[in-house]
């Protein structure tokens, strides 16, 4: 038996080696893929219908757009209502009178402040003001006058040093401590330092933001350009409150358009009455413009790569090109919008465009 085993192996293997072709493996050819160098450099690939089953093309085509121009927005701070308390000394916190995200108005005492420096500048201040009280010479004398001179500047050396005026006012004795207030009225939004923390000049201490009103920074398309302008109404949906809605108006455009997306900027004045809308926080901006229109394609004529979108444009019978393609988000199901790379009228490959860029990478290698 062990023998006859032997022997019928290899007699099945010959056999199965030997068997015929399916129809399949003899009818159906395989694709040859073919590239067409132009006098210009361009690279045509041929492609026959009939090498590539189930391909189909479609066209570029212009649609109207809705009067309600849509995007996505973030909001910040409005720098001109954002102030800092910055330390114009050299010394020490002796006491810090809030905490951050704390509401505080105008005037109001932030944090005390040692330095022999405020002690010198007021006992400056306080002799200026005691010579000038002692003078007994005509007001517009060459004495008075520069008895007045000294404490203006003796007062302005003060003011340089962060003192107010009322703080200024109230100076009987020189003293090395002194309470930096409030620039404006707002939120606390950053504190930098704590009690005993030793200063110098530049260092900023506290930062201060009012909310009621807020901007609003949204990218638009390239191609929507021409239907803003400043001075526009929008409404401003923040993600957190999908059910309030908050009024404001386009204040500015930014001049530089971000090459690789084809978007820029736009800066919106929004009103907050009830400080719902916080910085960083994601909001739907709907402006009503002009109509206007949009070059869409299909998106299963785009292919996608690690650089970027490509489609395969009819340029001549059983002939194509590959083509980058800019593209921008679309709400109709199954489109893309055009940014750059294709024209109106223009007929792409719909159906199979997968099997065509894998046709032209094919024949690309071959060739290269």
């Not at 916190?93 to 509401?103: F, G, K, L, M, R």
């Not at 020189?174 to 330092?193: D, L």
């Not at 409404?235 to 500015?252: L, N, Y």
Request: hydrophobic residues 45%.
């Amino acid at each position: 038996m062990k023998l006859a085993a032997l022997f019928l192996g290899p007699l099945l293997l010959a056999g199965c080696a030997g068997s015929p072709a399916t129809s399949e493996s003899v009818n159906t050819p395989a694709v040859q893929p073919q590239l067409v160098r132009q006098a210009d450099g361009a690279e045509l690939l041929e492609l026959r219908a009939q090498a590539v089953p189930g391909m189909t093309v479609a066209t570029v085509s212009e649609v109207e757009l809705p009067r309600m121009l849509e995007t996505s927005g973030q909001v910040t701070f409005d720098d001109r209502r954002v102030a800092t308390i910055i330390s114009r000394v050299t010394g020490r916190v002796e006491a810090v009178n809030v905490s951050q995200w704390d509401s505080v108005k105008r005037g109001q005492p932030i944090v005390a402040l040692y330095s022999p420096d405020f002690m010198t500048a007021e006992a400056e201040y306080l002799q200026a003001l005691k010579t000038s009280q002692l003078n007994t010479q005509p007001a517009l004398s060459e004495h008075s006058l520069l008895a007045s001179g000294m404490v203006a500047a003796a007062q302005r050396k003060l003011e340089l040093l962060g003192l107010d005026k009322s703080d200024i006012d109230a100076i009987t004795t020189p003293s090395t401590t002194v309470v930096m207030r409030a620039p404006i009225s707002g939120m606390v939004t950053e504190k930098q330092v704590m009690r005993g923390s030793q200063v110098n000049p530049g260092d900023v201490l506290f930062t201060l933001g009012m909310l009621d009103e807020v901007w609003i920074t949204a990218d638009i398309y390239e191609a929507d350009l021409a239907r803003v302008h400043a001075g526009q109404e929008l409404e401003a949906v923040p993600i957190a409150f999908p059910d309030q809605v908050f009024k404001g108006v386009i204040t500015r455009i930014s001049p530089n358009i971000d090459p690789n997306t084809h978007t820029l900027q736009i800066r919106c004045q929004v009103r907050n009455p009830d400080l719902r809308l916080k910085p960083q926080m994601l909001v739907r901006v709907r402006v009503v413009t002009t109509p206007g229109t949009a070059l869409v394609v299909p998106q299963e004529a785009l292919v996608f790569e690690t650089d970027g979108y490509y489609a395969f444009v009819q340029v001549g019978p059983d002939m194509v090109m590959r083509r980058r393609v800019v593209v921008a988000s679309w709400n109709e199901q199954g489109y893309a919008r055009v940014l750059a790379g294709l024209a109106a009228g223009e007929r792409v490959i719909q159906g199979q465009s997968i099997q065509a860029n894998a046709l032209w990478h094919q024949a690309h290698g071959e060739s290269s």
